[in-house]
């Protein structure tokens, strides 16, 4: 509730804030994965990973749309969380 709260309430502010760097990283990938765009090397605004987690959560982004809601947040939370498990441990 709150990574949807503030991403409408104060958007530049940094996704670290609420995500790890692995998350923010894998989740820049999981968006961008037919794309050349490489992972930055600083954390994204908290406005973009909104916008990625809304988009990871079957967010449809139309014009009459407005920003994700808490479910798509959600549910774009847990899918990135599944793909992160399915990492192998690197320790």
């Given at each position: 509730?709150?990574?949807?709260?503030?991403?409408?309430?104060?958007p530049?502010?940094?996704?670290?804030l609420?995500?790890?760097e692995?998350?923010?990283?894998?989740?820049?990938?999981?968006?961008?994965?037919n794309?050349k765009k490489?992972?930055?090397?600083?954390?994204?605004?908290l406005?973009?990973?909104?916008?990625?987690l809304?988009?990871?959560?079957s967010y449809?982004?139309?014009?009459?749309?407005?920003?994700?809601?808490l479910?798509?947040i959600?549910?774009?939370?847990?899918?990135?969380y599944?793909?992160?498990?399915?990492?192998?441990?690197?320790?």
């Amino acid at each position: 509730m709150a990574i949807t709260y503030l991403g409408r309430r104060v958007p530049d502010i940094s996704c670290d804030l609420f995500l790890a760097e692995d998350e923010w990283k894998m989740l820049h990938r999981i968006i961008h994965k037919n794309s050349k765009k490489k992972v930055p090397k600083k954390p994204y605004s908290l406005a973009e990973a909104v916008s990625y987690l809304g988009e990871l959560g079957s967010y449809k982004r139309a014009p009459s749309d407005g920003p994700p809601g808490l479910k798509s947040i959600w549910k774009g939370l847990f899918k990135l969380y599944e793909f992160l498990a399915m990492l192998p441990d690197l320790e």
